[in-house]
């Protein structure tokens, strides 16, 4: 893929905004996570602020309180799902220290989704099968689901109707794949930065891009190790599949090493299809991996509000006689700067 002049979109289009609004999610999601079924097996948290019912049943919370949600997939070591753990079974640790869970269920729950599809020049031949495979990928998540289309090459746009933010019409959604021709190169990191903005505006409790490409990024104003740094602020976990395109082999090893860092920072998972053909099975796989993860939260017992990167690590003892496990979830966050609002002096 050449350089060439950004093209100007043959039809009118929303550019997505690059905005604030980490916050809010954190504070919805916290808020929806509390709001806990008679089931759910959950542990005293901290004293500190606690959450409050309202007259209409709702949840809310001050905006003091400080939760950190880690929505975490278990797989074997064959790669299938595991959904029959207790939450004896997991250890949270942020920075090393130990931290108690405060909240733990395992359900399918809806989410706010991005499907971030690459429309090059290079995707040309494989373009309807793709976008077909993005079509599976709705119909097999959950129907309460709220899901945007980005559309990029040299630029991206969101392709839902005018002042639509959100959609769950299959009809609709469709239509927004087929808006843009694929042609010139490929601006990755600027299609990937606005997209997680754009989450955040879901009113739904998680945030999931989806991404189809098989580029190397040559076009984006938007440097990697910041793509790397706001992916990190956000609760969007990214699942990529990118499939071999025609470019060096050198820059698509490197292009590979960096989204593969992407997915892991973020609790995602990446994918190497050997043939678009292959994107269809991949995609149910996703949307079977998001329908089936665990929900853990925990109260930070470090309390300061210094705008640190705190890691995160979860580790599983399963019962005895089960084979090895491994827990895929986001590898931390950035704690709230001090001038965040709600913030208190530590």
Same mark, same amino acid.
């Given at each position: 893929?050449h350089p060439r002049n950004?093209p100007?979109?043959?039809r *009118?289009?929303? !550019?997505?905004?690059?905005?604030?609004?980490?916050a /809010? %999610?954190?504070l919805?999601?916290?808020?929806?996570l509390l709001?806990q079924?008679?089931? %759910?097996q959950t542990?005293?948290?901290?004293?500190g602020?606690r959450? +409050?019912?309202?007259a209409?049943g &709702?949840?809310r919370?001050s905006?003091d309180? #400080?939760?950190v949600?880690?929505h975490?997939?278990? =797989?074997?070591r064959?790669?299938?799902i595991?959904?029959?753990?207790?939450?004896? !079974?997991?250890?949270?640790?942020e920075?090393?220290?130990?931290q108690?869970?405060?909240?733990?269920r395992?359900e399918d729950? *809806?989410v706010?989704?991005?499907?971030?599809? #690459?429309?090059?020049g290079?995707?040309?031949q494989d373009?309807?099968n793709?976008?077909a495979a993005?079509?599976t /990928?709705v119909?097999t998540?959950? *129907?309460? #689901?709220?899901v945007?289309?980005v559309n /990029?090459n040299d630029d991206?746009?969101l392709d839902l109707?005018p002042g639509?933010d /959100?959609?769950? &019409?299959?009809?609709?959604?469709?239509?927004?794949?087929? $808006?843009?021709?694929?042609? @010139?190169?490929t601006a990755l990191?600027?299609?990937l930065?606005? %997209?997680?903005? !754009?989450? $955040?505006r @879901?009113?739904r409790? $998680? $945030?999931?891009?989806l991404?189809?490409?098989d @580029?190397?990024d040559?076009? %984006?104003?938007?440097?990697y190790d910041a793509?790397?740094?706001?992916?990190q602020?956000t609760?969007?976990?990214?699942?990529?599949?990118q499939?071999r395109g025609?470019?060096d082999?050198?820059d698509w090893?490197r292009a590979?090493r960096q989204l593969k860092?992407?997915?892991e920072?973020?609790?995602?998972e990446?994918?190497?299809?050997?043939?678009s053909e292959d =994107?269809h099975?991949?995609?149910?796989k996703?949307a !079977?991996?998001?329908?089936n993860?665990?929900?853990?939260?925990y109260y930070?017992t470090n309390r300061a509000r &210094?705008?640190?990167f705190?890691s995160?690590? =979860?580790?599983?003892?399963?019962?005895?006689?089960? #084979?090895?496990?491994?827990?895929?979830? +986001?590898? @931390?966050?950035?704690?709230?700067?001090? &001038?965040?609002p709600g913030s208190?002096t *530590?």
């Amino acid at each position: 893929m050449h350089p060439r002049n950004r093209p100007r979109p043959a039809r *009118p289009r929303q !550019h997505i905004g690059l905005g604030l609004g980490l916050a /809010f %999610s954190l504070l919805l999601s916290a808020a929806l996570l509390l709001a806990q079924s008679s089931t %759910s097996q959950t542990s005293q948290a901290p004293p500190g602020p606690r959450p +409050r019912r309202d007259a209409s049943g &709702d949840y809310r919370l001050s905006v003091d309180v #400080d939760l950190v949600v880690l929505h975490t997939t278990v =797989v074997n070591r064959q790669g299938h799902i595991v959904a029959d753990l207790r939450q004896d !079974h997991f250890r949270i640790y942020e920075n090393g220290v130990p931290q108690e869970i405060a909240v733990f269920r395992q359900e399918d729950i *809806p989410v706010s989704i991005g499907l971030v599809i #690459d429309n090059s020049g290079s995707m040309y031949q494989d373009k309807q099968n793709l976008r077909a495979a993005a079509l599976t /990928f709705v119909e097999t998540s959950n *129907p309460l #689901d709220e899901v945007f289309v980005v559309n /990029f090459n040299d630029d991206y746009y969101l392709d839902l109707g005018p002042g639509r933010d /959100f959609s769950s &019409d299959i009809n609709e959604l469709k239509e927004a794949l087929e $808006k843009t021709d694929t042609r @010139g190169g490929t601006a990755l990191w600027d299609a990937l930065r606005a %997209s997680l903005d !754009h989450a $955040k505006r @879901g009113t739904r409790p $998680k $945030k999931v891009l989806l991404v189809i490409t098989d @580029g190397v990024d040559r076009y %984006s104003r938007t440097k990697y190790d910041a793509l790397l740094r706001y992916a990190q602020e956000t609760e969007t976990a990214i699942y990529i599949v990118q499939l071999r395109g025609n470019e060096d082999a050198r820059d698509w090893r490197r292009a590979r090493r960096q989204l593969k860092k992407v997915a892991e920072i973020t609790g995602g998972e990446i994918y190497f299809p050997a043939a678009s053909e292959d =994107v269809h099975s991949i995609c149910r796989k996703i949307a !079977h991996d998001i329908r089936n993860q665990y929900i853990i939260a925990y109260y930070p017992t470090n309390r300061a509000r &210094d705008g640190s990167f705190r890691s995160v690590r =979860v580790e599983l003892r399963p019962p005895k006689g089960r #084979d090895q496990l491994i827990a895929r979830t +986001r590898t @931390g966050y950035y704690a709230p700067a001090p &001038d965040s609002p709600g913030s208190t002096t *530590p």
